[in-house]
């Protein structure tokens, strides 16, 4: 029996240091959306305001890195004082992440990139006038208090309001972009973006980099859904499948109401990726791609709905990943029953309604989506609002944001060669 | 007896899920290549042209999924109808794919990837003047219909024309390069290219982003040949070895021909990489360096012979990726056999003709070397001149072509700031 | 018993290629740092010499292969000559690297990814005004020769100088920043640069490039500092955790002693990522963040000193890899003590001085700090001087460096269509 003893033990090794191994690499791929995010919305703001964004991507994410590693890991799931003493205890040692390949840290990795990207989506929505402090305040708030309240409440933490949501369409992006909605409106309109009632459209800098910043995006993605595993044993190749087809359809949806427009078909893609997070490991390949479709398709419909409403919604992200979010969640709902070739759910970790397990999904993600639309809206709204208070004001003065936060917060043009050459053409 | 069967158990379980993440991640990095793709050509079209080389890029990767999924993954091993049909029934429903982890679709999604780098390639050849609705067809064409026919005719499928290509240096970009010169030699010149039959350079617009790309490129490579195990029982250091060397020797020996040029030492590098696919299971690492030099000695010398012929081959694809290809197969056949320090191949696995493995080996690469290009330039010419007739001619207006395809094929420049400017100084 | 020995054997196919696979994944991370290396290096010249930049990376990366190949590689490990010829031989071959999937060329390639590292962060302390040529002999002077010394010489290879040095603070970036420190010295400042003895600063030309740059060196880190486990069994979620957290930390530190400076921030996400790696493996998550922060800090501070110096390091490598290293190094010793929460080293790995293993460890940081400072500068100048006589002097000509070195060394400008524009404006 001594064989068998050394061969579990390998055997555990192996799994234990496979699921690190599995955890860090899709973390890493979920890390770089950070770029894309960061390239996506660079390219869709003008030369002015290029660095002011970067800057908050970066920034969102370093500070997401601190007051994750304080408050929101354990926030998502315990509001118990006594976990977060335990932590901070915890985390001025190394050693109690010695065992098991630390792959309690590896998890928190995990959880982090996630946090990351639903606080980086409100950048998008928020940029070219909101003051730098005023940003990194809501950032804070975000990573440390609003997503891993959310995440609690919903079906990664407590279950309080439980519905399926395998990699995240509305607990991660579904809050993002209703968060930037709520943001949006506190914030109003950049300068010239409405004239006499009439939306005037500010196109970006450079369409090429928003485009690439969309197939870095779409390369993390496959760590944001495939990743959502959690552990090696649990991979799923039908999750990698859905996940690609909807990013297909989602672009292919967006450049048929968009009439052929390149950006839409861009964001178009990013949403076909929200949408199918939701349900990715329910649903069928020929669903997946028709998730995706109908989230493309809504894009260019809900971003002009909008813009008639003069939410000024810069890198559409509302569209994006709100309103896909919402898609997707419901969609998951519809082609997730077993019914509509889905593979259904366990009935434990949806709401009990009906009594039936198609019907009982299918209410959850609808509640789950209004729970997420109404929590995101109203307390990025709240949040911006008492922000403003405190820093005096959320924009920056109507000269700076002529001029462009570049230079007027940061001192750095994004392309300083350029600087005397567009100084005079302005 | 009862530990030994969960013993068995667990490690099955561990291999099933090990070889769907290492096809997931492979396959991920194969799918970042559609940003090096779209950066590498981007740089080298003019602005006026950049984003209509992007969407080229971008449509092509959504419609391959698409194609890919309702014909193609299956036109690759079969062509009976009943066959076709019992994935279209499947493909509706989710559970069919819960399996082993989901593992079918794992492939799917691998060779989905390599279809999608095969049809992309051709863009880079006929950017700047084709109609996008043109490009469209034959990009559906490309990776529904002419990739799969290709990987069923040969090693990957059928082998009904066996050659050794452990990652395609002819069935990927071989294929892709040649299709890509029969479509150019349809669609003819741009405008101004070739003046007094003088052929005049048109230089691209960013240098820098073509590097970048053609590192994105190289590092989504490392999933392309060492992803090519299939298994991750079958990875090979020795793949990762010569793939890594040929790239060094094809940027180094592309700069050597080009006396220094920056651009085709780009694409020196990439066709390095192409050259290596064929053998790069088979050959020394010694072997890989030589064999990338020799594919990048011929990336000028190919390039200048096509242009003195008036084939205007935008980013230099028939070179880096046809030739290239050609190189490889028949340098893998050389220093693949056993007496060049070579693994030699399977006797089984290439045609008999002359019962020497060695030689069989050789006059296997060299067949389907020539296969490879017939097979390419003909139904590219083909297709494309049968696609004008559709579409009512291949290329768009002459004015249209002047002011760029950006404005008049998606009416948006890729750097709308500039455009004032631009306009002003043309 | 017939079961067990299947068994036994099925385990240990799948631990090699586990390993083998693990190797493969990190070091493809750590070669995409090249890319991130050339877009923060690029985006921080102007545009006359990003053509240059981006040569030299790419020629640094390829010309490293080959030197690794053939020496570097061996020497890391031994200076016994017949060690050299055994392994020329060798790879002469396929046959050899067959045995258990290539572990030992994965093992080569994951070495080279690190000493191209080292080799590339020279070209960010010397540009825009070295020659092509002289850089080429240093490049592969670095790759074959200094760097694998270093390794030979420090805890990596013989340990005649031993440290802790998990990832390399010293071994790799430390000894690239000082190397860089002796070559700028050797090659004086860019013309321009300091009137009257006072630095005048010289803006690159793209400042989001040089972000996102620094977004993918992070992505290709976390292979850098997770892949440094070498095998499966040994990897740690701690490295993953403390490594995004000095991240974090050192973005904010230079943010801080910036005053909010964009470009400092980016550096000092660099920083505190290269000050982690070498206690990435024992200290706490707090630790990491401490760390991270005063790597940070400290970036803007030497800049300052070494540019009122007369130092001209165009992209700040010294603060960033060199000082942050030795602030890395050191801290590590001191975090990694056990009263101070870290997990301590095995005693046999450090210097054996006052024989308590908390102060040896600090102790062996603080002379291989020393160490590596002294053997970059030193012989980075040395050789730099060396390399002038040889190359009849090491800048380019006054009139070529102002031109810029696209044109003059490669004769391509990086932006083409710009070019005519860009010589009217100056």
Redesign the interface.
Known sequence: ?G??NT??E??N???V??N??????M???V??M??GF??LE?GQV??KN??NV??KN??D??????SW?FIGSILCSSINPSDFLDWWIK?????P??EN?????????YG?VFAATAATIVSGGVAERIK?SAYVIISIIITGLLYPLFVYLGPWGASIVPWHDYAGSLVVHGLGGFLALGAIAALGPRIGRFKDGKPIPI???????A??G???L??GW??FN?GSALA??????????TT??A???G??GA?ITSK????F??NG?VAGLVAICSGTD??????G?IIGLIAGLQVPIVYRFLENRKIDDVCGVVPVHGTAGIVGAILAGIFGMKAL???GVDPDSVMHIVSNPDIDLLLSQIIGSIFCAFYGIVLGYVVTIAIGFLCNGLRVGREAEIRGLDIV??????????D??ANR?S
């Open positions: 029996m064989d068998v061969i579990l390998a055997l090794t192996l799994t240091a496979g690190v191994f599995f955890l860090c690499v973390g890493a791929l890390f770089i950070q770029l960061a390239m660079c003008r030369k290029a660095v970067i800057m970066m920034f994410w370093c500070i997401g890195c601190v590693l985390i001025v040692k190394a050693t992440f010695l390949n630390g792959i309690e840290l590896a998890n928190w990795f982090l730098f196109l970006g800098h450079n369409i090429p980099l485009a690439f969309a197939f870095i779409a390369f496959y760590g495939i090696l044993k649990d991979i799923s190749g039908l999750v990698c499948a690609t087809l990013m297909a359809g672009a292919i450049l052929k427009d390149p950006l078909m861009t893609l329910i649903v069928s390949p020929i669903a791609l070739g889905g593979v917060e940061h001192n750095l043009p994004a392309y300083p060669e350029e005397t050459l053409e």
